[in-house]
């Protein structure tokens, strides 16, 4: 039996329904509740995307979430950008209604905001959680050096100092000193260690740890 839309008069056979109305004007109405403008966040310095409170990787797919999550509409399922100009996406959404999945297209207005994430904050103002001292042979200083730097950033930290001392020796500042322990076992390496109180955060004593190595001249 042909069905007729209440609201457009369009019939069934022409255009497809859910329940008593066409799909077009089910779309339409699912139009009215969706956001024209949206904010995306993104950090200035790495480029990452900010998306439900976590910074990812500035990919497709993930500005695809970011979209999604930036619209936070019930019911829908994805939300896939067809193309992105400066001001506005042109996006398709997928949308649930009565256990049947509809797909459109929509033209949302979006504003990237500009944030800066923990990590570049944190290298721009130099933080640090250990020093590692390392004395001694320059040709073993140089080899460990390179192993630290390729440890720490292959893992998300990174070396925010370098200091050269008159003897040769370096002094290596580190945003994560939980990775240096982690670096000193893998590497079976046997650091002199100390400690400084830092800071106290939330009743507790947050320290500085400094490893201090020196590396013998061959006989
Ligand atoms: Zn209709
Ligand atoms: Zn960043």
Same mark, same amino acid.
């Given at each position: 039996? /042909?069905?007729?839309?209440?609201?457009?008069?369009?019939?069934?056979?022409? %255009?497809?329904? /859910?329940?008593?109305?066409?799909?077009? $004007?089910?779309?339409?109405?699912? !139009?009215?509740?969706?956001?024209?403008?949206?904010?995306? +966040?993104?950090? *200035?310095?790495?480029?990452?995307?900010? =998306?439900?409170?976590?910074?990812?990787?500035?990919?497709?797919? *993930?500005?695809?979430?970011?979209?999604?999550?930036?619209?936070?509409?019930?019911?829908?399922?994805?939300?896939?950008?067809?193309? %992105?100009?400066?001001?506005?996406?042109?996006?398709?959404?997928?949308?649930?209604?009565?256990?049947?999945? =509809?797909?459109?297209?929509? /033209?949302?207005?979006? !504003?990237?905001?500009? @944030?800066? $994430? @923990?990590?570049?904050?944190?290298?721009?103002?130099?933080?640090?959680?250990?020093?590692?001292?390392?004395?001694?042979?320059? @040709?073993?200083?140089?080899? %460990?050096?390179?192993?630290? @730097?390729?440890? =720490? +950033?292959?893992?998300?930290?990174?070396? #925010?100092?370098?200091?050269?001392?008159?003897?040769?020796?370096?002094?290596?500042?580190?945003?994560?000193? #939980?990775?240096?322990?982690?670096?000193?076992?893998?590497?079976?390496?046997?650091?002199?260690?100390?400690?400084?109180?830092? #800071?106290? !955060?939330?009743?507790? !004593?947050?320290?500085?740890?400094?490893?201090?190595?020196?590396?013998?001249?061959?006989?």
């Amino acid at each position: 039996m /042909i069905k007729y839309c209440p609201l457009c008069n369009a019939s069934s056979d022409k %255009i497809h329904f /859910i329940g008593e109305f066409c799909e077009n $004007c089910l779309i339409k109405d699912i !139009k009215k509740i969706i956001k024209k403008e949206v904010k995306i +966040e993104f950090c *200035n310095r790495c480029n990452r995307l900010k =998306v439900n409170g976590e910074y990812i990787e500035n990919t497709k797919s *993930n500005l695809n979430a970011a979209m999604f999550s930036a619209l936070d509409i019930k019911r829908c399922k994805s939300v896939k950008i067809n193309s %992105i100009d400066e001001k506005f996406a042109n996006i398709n959404i997928t949308y649930l209604i009565d256990d049947e999945y =509809v797909k459109f297209d929509d /033209i949302i207005r979006y !504003k990237m905001i500009h @944030q800066i $994430c @923990q990590e570049c904050y944190r290298k721009s103002s130099g933080y640090y959680e250990a020093i590692v001292q390392l004395r001694g042979n320059k @040709q073993h200083i140089d080899t %460990i050096v390179n192993k630290i @730097q390729k440890f =720490v +950033e292959s893992r998300g930290a990174f070396i #925010s100092k370098i200091e050269t001392l008159d003897n040769g020796g370096l002094d290596l500042y580190l945003s994560d000193k #939980s990775m240096m322990k982690t670096f000193f076992l893998i590497y079976k390496l046997n650091p002199k260690k100390s400690y400084t109180l830092y #800071s106290i !955060k939330n009743g507790k !004593k947050v320290f500085r740890n400094t490893y201090f190595l020196k590396f013998e001249d061959p006989q």
